[in-house]
């Protein structure tokens, strides 16, 4: 079993930065993560993932460039950080882990066992 535990959001002006982190806590620090995002009335999408194998990410076009997800071994923590902030980028932040090794990382939230409880991330116009 594998908990997941978020913090770092909140309200941030437009063009404002915010770091998110995700603190895992079980029998291992799981390989693939990945932070998806929900907005009012939408469906929850994948911002993007990692493998902390070999580091490589993925990212939707809509964050390219402005995001960075990256994960701390040592703390057993995955982080997003997130700058140029849009109030488009306003949603519940969720991070989120498979079980076992996946090659390459999954996007579909379907392939994810393990949720944190989201964190509430708001731009402001």
């Known amino acids: 079993q594998v908990q997941l535990v978020e913090s770092g959001g909140g309200l941030v002006q437009a063009g404002g930065s915010l770091r998110l982190s995700c603190a895992a806590s079980?029998?291992?620090?799981?390989?693939?993560l990945a932070w998806f995002r929900q907005a009012p009335g939408k469906e929850r999408e994948l911002v993007g993932n990692?493998?902390?194998?070999?580091?490589?990410?993925y990212y939707i076009d809509s964050v390219k460039d402005r995001f960075t997800i990256s994960a701390d071994t040592a703390r057993n923590t995955l982080h997003l950080r997130m700058n140029s902030l849009k109030p488009d980028d306003t949603a519940v932040y969720y991070c989120?882990?498979?079980?076992?090794?996946?090659?390459?990382?999954?996007?579909?939230?379907?392939?994810?066992?393990?949720w944190g409880q989201g964190t509430q991330v708001t731009v402001s116009s």
């Open positions: 079980g029998r291992t620090f799981p390989i693939n």
């Open positions: 990692i493998n902390r194998m070999n580091s490589i990410t």
């Open positions: 989120a882990a498979s079980s076992g090794v996946r090659i390459p990382t999954p996007r579909s939230s379907a392939e994810y066992a393990y």
